[in-house]
C-alpha cells in the first residue's frame, strides 16, 4: 500500500501563498488519482481538488478553484497544492490521498491518506 507524506503547511497571514507537497513511496504514484482534503476545526474532511494520474485533468472545488491549483510531477511521485490569497477559513489540515478510480470526491472512496499538514492563516 502507498504512503503518503505532506508538508509545506504552516502559519501565514491573509493574503499570503502557500504550497503544499504530498510525496508518495511504496506504490505505483502515476497510476493512482491523487486529491487533496482538508478538515477544519470541529467539522468534518472536505474534498479541496483532485488529479488524473497523467496530470492532464483536474477537478476543483468551485468555491477554491480561482484561489488553489493542484498538479503533480510523476517523475517525483509528488502531488502539490498550490493556495494563493489565503483566508482564515483555509484554516484546516490538509490531507492528501489516493484513488484507483476517477469521478468520485467521497472521502471514503480514497484508499491511502497522509498524516495530514497544518494550515493556520491569520487575520
Known amino acids: 500500500q502507498v504512503q503518503l507524506v505532506e508538508s509545506g503547511g504552516g502559519l501565514v497571514q491573509a493574503g499570503d501563498s502557500l504550497r503544499l507537497s504530498c510525496t508518495a513511496s511504496?506504490?505505483?504514484?502515476?497510476?493512482?488519482?491523487m486529491a487533496w482534503f482538508r478538515q477544519a476545526p470541529g467539522k468534518g474532511r472536505d474534498f479541496v481538488a483532485a488529479?488524473?494520474?497523467?496530470?492532464?485533468?483536474?477537478y476543483d472545488t468551485n468555491s477554491l478553484k480561482a484561489r488553489f491549483t493542484i498538479s503533480r510531477d510523476n517523475s517525483k511521485n509528488t502531488v502539490y497544492l498550490q493556495m494563493t490569497n489565503l483566508k482564515s477559513e483555509d484554516t484546516a489540515v490538509y490531507y492528501c490521498?489516493?484513488?484507483?478510480?476517477?469521478?468520485?470526491?467521497?472521502?471514503?472512496?480514497?484508499?491511502?491518506w497522509g498524516q495530514g499538514t497544518q494550515v493556520t492563516v491569520s487575520s
Open positions: 488529479i488524473d494520474s497523467s496530470g492532464g485533468g483536474t
Open positions: 511504496g506504490g505505483t504514484f502515476s497510476t493512482y488519482t
Open positions: 490521498a489516493t484513488s484507483r478510480a476517477w469521478g468520485s470526491w467521497l472521502d471514503t472512496d480514497f484508499g491511502s
